[in-house]
């Protein structure tokens, strides 16, 4: 017989709901990584179909369909989603228990709650029962069961004040004994690092770079949480993964852009402000290569021009192009760290001599062509350290980083301006001629070619990428 209705634990008898046993079978699915609504679907109806042939009246207990429910997925080999399916109703049994220990009449807890402006206010289940109601959109009934976990955690405890960000931890924490899973981690607040903030502060003439810094982490937490898959999270939480554009999803990496020679220098500058400021609102980095004739103004003892590079610094990278070895470098005129030297070749000796001043080269013949421009819309790179001959471990970073970069891309899809543009990757921690080197490279151009992306390495890390990457040598 099909059952008509369930008995619930306080006596109250519902309809029958087969959508709601699909639910909990997609819930279950979910904690162990599994995505198939079509799956829960197909075994709620053999859940039912078992009613049938075990119910012999219209009506059946809550526990009956519970055990209906893991009955089946352990006959149907789906024994992971049957353990995450009585751990969740382990937990719920116990969050019952415990909430018929506490009562629902049980006294308010006698403290206060401090608000990020330092307003104080006393503990009151009202206020608290609309802020989740209102914020994480509990209802009535599961708000006053988060409440009762959160005095819980409370009772044993000395404290008298209570700040709003520590009361929000404790909602999280509530919410995850409750159950509810998915909704801690969908309206958990974003955290900020207290001593990245203080040293913001500390080393800003004034607010406004922390305002930034601040803001750039936030937007990397939010980008993280809701737009990238597990694996890729992991893998950029532990340092193996870096990708370019976090905190700025709505930029394309680095662009980079030859000034056309003309015989008069100031023109040149003048034209190299007007392709800053442009491109400065849709590249996250900008080279700029200068002609010629500005670094033999400046060997000539030029120093008017110095002022004027040095303030377009504030939008891009200066590169100025020689032929060859200038004399310049022996008395540099910029110390700003974001001027250097362009050149036709490779020079060993200008590079070591740049590197020892801790400036880049740039170097390919395409840079003597005025007009030149090249872009990057989404650069990646990962840290294989410690991992060589580690095959299957490679495999996933290079599956992490092309989910990244489709992502990136799917960020970008809104302008034109970085289609076409390069997808690169770099790789570090590996010597550069092991098998096992070859065989990362491989892996990550194979895997993009697999999603219909042409991934090109590059041979250099940036700035940003060096520092994301070294936490895994701390």
Not at 230 to 242: A, D, F, S
Not at 318 to 342: E, H, K, M
Not at 423 to 441: Q, T, V
């Amino acid at each position: 017989m099909k059952p008509q209705a369930v008995i619930k634990r306080d006596g109250q008898e519902v309809p029958f709901d087969q959508g709601r046993i699909a639910n909990a079978i997609a819930r279950a699915q979910h904690a162990v990584g599994i995505d198939d609504e079509a799956l829960a679907c197909e075994l709620a109806r053999v859940v039912v179909e078992h009613l049938e042939r075990a119910c012999d009246q219209p009506s059946l207990g809550i526990e009956d369909v519970q055990d209906a429910v893991v009955h089946v997925l352990q006959e149907s080999g789906n024994y992971e989603v049957a353990i995450a399916y009585s751990r969740y109703r382990d937990a719920r049994e116990r969050f019952r228990r415990t909430r018929r220990v506490l009562g629902e009449g049980q006294a308010a807890l006698n403290l206060s709650v401090v608000d990020p402006d330092g307003r104080r206010r006393p503990w009151a289940r009202d206020w608290l029962e609309a802020m989740l109601i209102d914020r994480y959109g509990l209802d009535a009934k599961g708000a006053t069961d988060a409440i009762l976990q959160v005095e819980s955690l409370l009772a044993d405890s000395s404290l008298t004040e209570l700040s709003a960000p520590l009361l929000l931890s404790l909602v999280d924490a509530a919410l995850v004994r409750c159950g509810m899973h998915s909704l801690a981690n969908e309206r958990a607040p974003l955290r900020l690092d207290r001593a990245q903030a203080r040293a913001l502060l500390d080393n800003a003439a004034d607010g406004q770079q922390a305002v930034v810094g601040c803001g750039r982490s936030i937007c990397e937490q939010l980008s993280l949480a809701e737009h990238y898959p597990t694996q890729v999270v992991n893998l950029y939480c532990r340092g193996r993964l870096w990708v370019d554009g976090l905190d700025d999803p709505k930029r394309g990496s680095q662009h980079t852009v030859t000034i056309a020679g003309i015989s008069n220098p100031w023109q040149i500058l003048t034209q190299a402000f007007g392709v800053a400021a442009e491109a400065k609102r849709h590249w996250r980095r900008l080279s700029l290569v200068l002609p010629p004739i500005i670094l033999g103004h400046l060997e000539r003892g030029g120093t008017t021009l110095v002022q004027p590079i040095a303030a377009l610094t504030n939008l891009a990278f200066i590169f100025l192009y020689c032929d060859g070895r200038t004399p310049l470098l022996a008395r540099w005129p910029f110390n700003c760290g974001r001027v250097s030297i362009a050149t036709y070749n490779d020079d060993f000796l200008l590079l070591r001599q740049l590197q020892e001043m801790r400036l880049p080269l740039l170097s390919g013949p395409h840079l003597m062509q005025g007009g030149y421009s090249g872009r990057v819309a989404v650069e990646s790179a990962l840290n294989a350290q410690g991992l060589e001959g580690e095959y299957s471990q490679m495999d996933a970073l290079a599956m992490g980083l092309v989910s990244a970069v489709r992502i990136r891309l799917s960020q970008l899809a809104h302008s034109p301006i970085f289609a076409g543009g390069d997808l690169r990757f770099a790789i570090f921690g590996l010597s550069p001629n092991s098998a096992s080197n070859e065989y990362l490279e491989r892996q990550v151009i194979q895997e993009g070619l697999r999603a219909g992306l042409s991934l090109t390495r590059s041979s250099h890390l940036t700035e940003e990428a060096c520092s994301h990457l070294g936490r895994l040598l701390t």
